[in-house]
């Protein structure tokens, strides 16, 4: 019953679809991750630059890589080199990985 209103209640906070500006897979974070992280990242490259493992090719693969997202950019801020995010990019992506659509 408590995982029942647990899973409720973050259904409730992703449920804001009223808002135009809110950061989706179409609209921004697409685009953001294939200009931003895989230019190392993906697959051809990534000997190349010595960048981890790490799929970011679709919205699957970014789900399943969130929390790593979250440690490395976020909260790390190691990625990407050199600080290449703006303030308004890290919440966008914040706002993203809080509730992906």
């Not at 804001?16 to 993906?42: I, M, R, V």
């Not at 997202?69 to 190691?78: A, K």
């Amino acid at each position: 019953m408590i995982l029942l209103v647990l899973w409720g209640c973050g259904e409730l906070e992703c449920s804001d679809s009223g808002n135009p500006n809110k950061p989706t897979y179409e609209n921004w974070a697409e685009g953001f991750f294939l200009s931003k992280c895989q230019p190392c990242h993906a697959v051809e490259v990534r000997e190349l630059y010595n960048a981890p493992n790490i799929e970011m090719g679709t919205y699957e693969d970014l789900l399943e890589q969130r929390d790593i997202i979250r440690n490395s950019v976020l909260e790390g801020m190691r990625m990407p080199p050199g600080d290449g995010l703006s303030t308004e990019e890290r919440e966008l992506l914040r706002e993203w990985l809080d509730c992906p659509q």
